[in-house]
């Protein structure tokens, strides 16, 4: 079944404490990226990876890093969590833009910062 | 940058039509989105119009006129697990596949 999964789908932790959001699809999409949906604000794009080894900032990067060292894989990076990190953070995928390549949601994961 | 409105709820009866407006500004337009979120759920893809006029599949259709900077989703025969929210999404030229999304129409059908 071609998905895009997340991990872990809840996490509460607490203010500094490194964290790692994984994602991957089974797709061969070349394009990726990460989203955080906040309440009246909408889904904002973090960072983006047109393919392995390019990435770069979406509307909303500071707090977060990125790695894109396998096709399949993009993780999300939290360093140091604050609470205004809270969210819930969606990875996207799909093939590179061309004509109508949707991009495919994983189920998302639910972050607290304390 | 963009800027893309769409109102923030409607409500709706089963068996109805019901249409989403969405309108957007951009420096350079390539293609429009319609997803729909049901809470707590990810976003599913609905329809993409790129060109002028009307895609129709099924139940649900969208509308594009580039020249006016709006799009509206139609959705027919409602049923009670249509009510979630429907976002349009703008891709810019340039911009590789980078959605900007408007902030959702929560959609509700009552009996």
């Known amino acids: 079944e071609a998905q895009v999964t997340q991990n872990p789908r809840y996490l509460i932790t607490v203010t500094g404490k490194k964290l790692t959001v994984t994602c991957s699809q089974n797709?061969?999409?070349?394009?990726m990226s990460w989203y955080r949906q906040d309440p009246g604000l909408g889904l904002r794009q973090i960072y983006y990876?047109?393919?392995?080894?390019?990435?770069d900032k979406g509307d909303v990067p500071e707090g977060y890093k990125v790695s894109r060292k396998e096709k399949r894989n993009f993780p999300l990076i939290l360093e140091s969590p604050s609470p205004n990190q809270t969210s819930l953070y969606f990875c996207?995928?799909?093939?590179?833009?061309?004509?109508?390549?949707?991009?495919?949601f994983g189920p998302g994961t639910r972050l607290t910062v304390t | 940058g963009q800027n893309i409105d769409q109102p923030t709820e409607m409500t709706a009866t089963e068996g109805a039509i019901v249409q989403i407006n969405c309108t957007y500004q951009?420096?350079?337009?390539?293609?429009l989105f319609w997803y729909q979120q049901h809470a707590g759920e990810a976003p599913t893809f609905l329809s993409y119009?790129?060109?002028?006029g009307l895609e129709e599949k099924g139940r649900f259709s969208s509308f594009l006129s580039r020249s006016k900077g709006y799009s509206y989703l139609l959705l027919k025969e409602l049923q009670m697990k249509d009510s979630a929210s429907y976002l349009c999404?703008?891709?810019?030229?340039?911009?590789?596949?980078?959605?900007?999304f408007g902030t959702g129409t929560q959609l509700k059908v009552e009996l």
């Open positions: 996207a995928s799909s093939q590179l833009p061309g004509q109508r390549y949707e991009q495919y």
């Open positions: 797709m061969n999409h070349e394009y």
């Open positions: 990876s047109m393919n392995v080894e390019v990435t």
């Open positions: 951009t420096s350079g337009f390539n293609g």
């Open positions: 119009n790129v060109l002028d």
């Open positions: 999404a703008v891709r810019e030229r340039g911009g590789g596949n980078k959605l900007t």
